[in-house]
């Protein structure tokens, strides 16, 4: 069937062919060669380049084909629809959490027996991620938590005291809120706290006591009350700062990744983030003071939602053993090691300090932050390096969702058009529960 | 006469509305990264490192190539291919021949988004679902608008000269390449230019076929740069202005040069 | 073997490719999206037959009822503004006679501005916080709307980037309007017509088929509006697949759930549903141009 297929195309492009050249027929992700091929992974520095290195030199006999570029669904599905899929694929893991009820990943259990890889070193938030009906489906590699970021100057300008911005009494953080920002007629000139919604939508209702989805991944709790007054109350946030048209307007007009940022410039007193966000402070604006601390449930326990990347192995490639070799190399902790100290390195050189290395293997961030980060010149680092790393295993995770994707956009769009004013907070959960409930239903029929 | 100086000063506003873009873009490209949105249209400090960085940041190079040949290869084979089927329709007297040709302006009604993902299976399924080939290759075939068009600038000639070839013995595929053709040479280079422009602006079928970065065309190639450094991405607008005004270019530019053509395509009377 | 029938062999040689592009890309799909419409299918596991699902899906579907909305929104302001102020440049155009290359070039430049890059720059001219737009506005003391993240306010936007290149209208209108014979006018004066008189009773008349063409060919083009507001509000750099909501318009729509969610079946049942409504309008629109337009000869 297939080099019928191949014999029809050859036929088509020498037919067709006056001009321009097959154009990149090759760059069809067909594995030419005896090698690993993956997609979704790139090679930015040396927490990449370092592991691929390391496993190629463990393996010189098995050539890896690394595509970079952005992961694409599309591209992914279609490879597997042709039984042409990539050896591993490296994705966010709510997205690969999507293709496992799919039917597109294979099941990594037998693989990691095989190589005697200690589960229990992963961190679970992660893990629970992968599996599904209680097999696993990925390895988990970095992994990100959400933190409380406020401008400690801003805040003392406009006469509040900065330990006072807490997310534990939320009447008092909407009061807070009003005091913080600067709204000018119908301009914004201050965001005063920025909830985040709807991205955050997840750590809200957890701080409310309520998740979003069961912990089987079957059954949405989208309308439940809880949740529905996390809605509310953080769109009613947004509105007391002119609503989300004004809102949205200026938080565009940041310079988020550069020295003029949203904290430097005071342009906005604090906001929920994920960590990342630490090390592109310190870096493009240490001088302005920004304090790191944990997000507080309303009982005032530190809480935080965990995401991250993952490998997967696609079904139909060619040997799920190998892939899985890699998969299990590059998650290990010897190999996370050797990637950080690396990376530590060439940052030594530019002259730069070494923020640390935050994955999900508990092994390998131990390692890490005991031998090679030391507290460093910039004390925003070092007051995010205290932080998340208590955070790393208090962090929750949803579990796997089917149709995954179609559960995001339900509750996204849900907070959105709460926000827009389109619908009221319960109205928009209910919409948004019975389009998650069908999205679930149509992904396991 | 007397309303003439209102129609001139209309017209300058107008021009300048129009124009003001363009000088915007241009100029906040220019610009350092704060400075972008200040509106003014002097950049001051001129920075145009943001192209080189641009240019470092994304295989611009690359797209813009790629979309040379890509355009090249659908304006070539469009103007062939709609030629010979206007020639087709415009000389030959057979008997379904204005029913065909009803077929073909109905066609040009037919929404896109009809056969969006049924051909997007066919180019998959010939396993040409993540090449530039569906860009062009459709275009193999004809288009509806060019093939209407051409015939126009047929019919226009007057049928003697064809016929006077045929009684001298010239077979049909001569007839057209050295009679036909050669007479109509404005109408094929309206057809290339526009097919060029087409090619070089279109998003949705390279959103479609392309995944590898390196197989992108320009606007492809654009509003990867725009998700990038724009809208939720690293807002470093200086770069995707750099980017843009890279890309709005060489369509300009070949305006400019052609637009004699470009205008007379779109003005042919219809009857 | 007569000459006719061997010139008419001649002449499916000619038509030969069209005919096959008309098989394979336009005849064969359309009858393929129809029967897919009445399947489940990801690319992954085989198509399945799912009867009129799809189509009940689709009813029940709040996203197909935004969707719709913003389009036909998007249509109604779009087309009648288009096709008025493209009228009233070419006008003004037309009664230039030095110059007017030089405004028909200006005005035509952003037709050959890549959309894309369009986007990119009316997100920043229309940021109701910093943009150009607002600025130019407040000069005329008017407090300018947030005309990219207010959700009333983004459609008007989208239309009014899209008068941006009217040109391509306007160039259509100026070559039809050097089509009408002076003579009219002359009579029209000699009737003591003024201005106003000339341009509703000759000028409109005379050009009334162009203007008629470029309504149905601009409706069926909005209708299927993609590029600029994808651009601006949808893709990998949306911070979530919400912020477009006002934007979202059908065939956005459709290609989000064809390629993103990859539901085949489903998107193909959308793709019909957009042809049924295209041809209702388009079949009204034709249906209302046989009382309206003028064409030479008939009696009026």
């Known amino acids: 069937m297939s080099s019928l297929r191949t014999a029809i195309a050859a036929l088509t492009c020498t037919a067709l062919l006056a001009c321009a050249g097959c154009g990149g027929v090759g760059a069809a992700l067909t594995p030419e060669t005896a090698g690993l091929t993956t997609m979704g992974f790139g090679l930015p520095d040396e927490h990449a380049t370092a592991r691929v290195a390391a496993y190629r030199a463990a393996h010189p006999e098995t050539p890896v084909r690394i595509v970079e570029g952005a992961f694409d669904a599309q591209q992914f599905l279609s490879s597997v629809a042709a039984g042409r899929p990539p050896d591993l694929v490296y994705a966010d893991r709510t997205t690969l959490g999507g293709f496992i009820a799919r039917g597109a990943l294979q099941p990594l259990d037998d693989c990691v027996r095989r190589h005697r890889v200690d589960l229990g070193q992963f961190r679970s938030a992660a893990l629970g991620q992968l599996t599904y009906q209680g097999r696993l489906y990925g390895l988990p590699e970095f992994n990100l938590v959400r933190v409380l970021l406020v401008g400690e100057d801003t805040v003392r300008a406009a006469g509040v005291a900065p330990e006072r911005v807490s997310t534990t009494d939320w009447g008092a953080l909407a009061e807070l809120t009003d005091r913080l920002s600067e709204v000018d007629g119908n301009r914004l000139r201050r965001i005063g706290f920025d909830p985040k919604v709807p991205e955050f939508l997840p750590l809200w209702a957890k701080a409310n006591g309520a998740d979003l989805v069961s912990p089987d991944g079957r059954t949405p709790r989208l309308d439940d009350p809880r949740v529905v007054e996390a809605v509310a109350f953080t769109t009613d946030l947004v509105r007391r700062q002119g609503g989300w048209p004004v809102f949205k307007a200026l938080r565009d007009s940041f310079d988020t990744h550069g020295a003029r940022n949203e904290f430097a410039t005071g342009q906005e007193a604090a906001r929920p983030m994920e960590n990342w966000y630490i090390n592109t402070l310190a870096n493009n604006s240490p001088k302005a003071a920004v304090s790191v601390r944990p997000f507080t449930d309303r009982q005032g326990n530190p809480i935080s939602y965990a995401s991250g990347s993952a490998w997967g192995i696609p079904v139909g490639v060619r040997d799920p053993a190998k892939a899985c070799e890699f998969a299990v190399t590059m998650t290990a902790a010897d190999t996370w090691f050797a990637a950080a100290k690396a990376r530590k390195e060439a940052l030594a050189r530019k002259g730069r300090p070494y923020s640390g290395t935050y994955t999900a293997n508990r092994v390998a961030d131990g390692r890490i932050f005991a031998e090679l980060y030391s507290a460093a010149s910039v004390p925003l680092i070092d007051a995010g390096v205290r932080v998340v790393l208590d955070l790393q295993d208090k962090a929750f995770a949803l579990p796997v969702v089917p149709a995954g994707l179609e559960f995001t956009q339900a509750y996204e769009g849900a907070a959105h058009r709460v926000l827009t004013g389109a619908q009221d907070p319960a109205g928009a959960m209910r919409q948004a529960q019975r389009e998650a409930e069908l999205a679930i239903e149509r992904a396991r029929r | ?271 | 073997m007569s000459v006719v029938r061997r010139e008419s062999r001649w002449a499916w040689f000619f038509l030969a490719p069209w005919l096959i592009g008309l098989a394979l890309f336009t005849i064969g799909p359309t009858i393929a999206g129809l029967v897919l419409s009445f399947t489940d299918y990801d690319l992954v596991n085989p198509p399945r037959a799912v009867g009129v699902a799809n189509y009940a899906d689709l009813l029940a579907d709040p996203k197909v009822g935004t969707a719709l909305w913003n389009t036909a929104v998007f249509t109604v302001l779009h087309v009648p503004l288009q096709i008025v102020l493209a009228l009233a440049i070419a006008v003004l155009l037309h009664r230039m006679a030095v110059a007017r290359g030089f405004f028909r070039t200006v005005l035509y430049l952003p037709v050959m501005t890549p959309p894309v890059a369009m986007a990119a720059m009316f997100l920043l001219l229309l940021n109701g916080q910093t943009g150009a737009i607002n600025e130019l506005l407040s000069w005329f003391g008017v407090d300018g709307p947030q005309w990219t993240t207010d959700p009333g306010w983004i459609k008007p936007g989208l239309v009014l980037m899209s008068l941006w290149t009217v040109g391509s209208t306007v160039v259509i209108y100026l070559a039809a309007l050097s089509g009408v014979a002076p003579e009219l006018y002359e009579a029209a004066r000699l009737d003591g017509a003024g201005r106003w008189g000339q341009f509703w009773h000759v000028t409109l008349p005379q050009i009334s088929p162009t203007v008629y063409f470029t309504v149905l060919v601009n409706t069926i083009a909005s209708l299927q509006t993609f590029t600029e507001a994808y651009s601006m509000f949808f893709g990998a750099g949306a911070q979530s697949g919400t912020d477009g909501d006002a934007a979202l318009f059908y065939v956005i729509y459709l290609f989000q759930q064809a390629f993103g969610a990859l539901r085949m079946g489903y998107a193909s049942a959308l793709a019909w549903l957009l042809f049924l409504i295209i041809l209702v309008v388009t079949a009204f629109q034709v249906r209302a141009s046989r009382r309206l337009v003028h064409y030479e000869g008939s009696p009026r």
């Open chain 2, 1 to 271: 006469m007397r309303r003439r100086p209102f129609t001139v000063l209309a017209l300058l506003v107008l021009a300048a509305l129009f124009l003001f873009p363009f000088l915007w873009l241009v100029s906040a490209s220019l610009k350092p990264r704060e400075r972008v949105f200040d509106n003014s249209l002097w950049p001051d400090p001129f920075t145009p490192a943001n192209f080189s960085e641009v240019w470092q940041a994304v295989p611009l190079p690359l797209w813009l190539l790629n979309s040379l040949l890509v355009g090249l290869a659908a304006a070539l084979a469009v103007t062939l291919s709609s030629a010979l089927v206007a020639f087709g329709f415009a000389y030959f007297r057979f008997r379904s021949r204005n029913l065909l040709f009803g077929l073909v302006l109905g066609t040009m009604m037919l929404p896109a988004a009809v056969t969006m993902v049924p051909v997007y299976l066919e180019w998959d399924w010939l396993g040409l679902g993540n090449t530039q080939v569906p860009l062009w290759a459709q275009n193999l075939f004809g288009s509806a608008f060019f093939v209407f068009l051409l015939r126009q600038f047929f019919l226009s000639q007057s049928r003697e000269v064809f016929e006077a070839a045929r009684v001298d013995g010239a077979s049909f595929p001569r007839l057209f390449t050295s009679i036909a053709l050669p007479l109509v040479r404005p109408g094929l280079i309206v057809v290339f230019v526009f097919e060029l422009k087409n090619s070089w602006t279109e998003l949705m079928k390279p959103l479609i076929y392309l995944r590898d970065p390196d197989l992108f065309t320009v606007p492809r190639g654009l509003k990867a740069v725009l998700d990038r450094f724009g809208q939720g991405g690293e807002a470093q607008w200086e770069l995707v202005l750099a980017a843009s005004t890279i890309a709005t270019v060489p369509m300009i530019v070949v305006f400019l040069l052609a637009q004699r053509y470009f205008l007379s395509g779109l003005t042919t009377q219809r009857r």
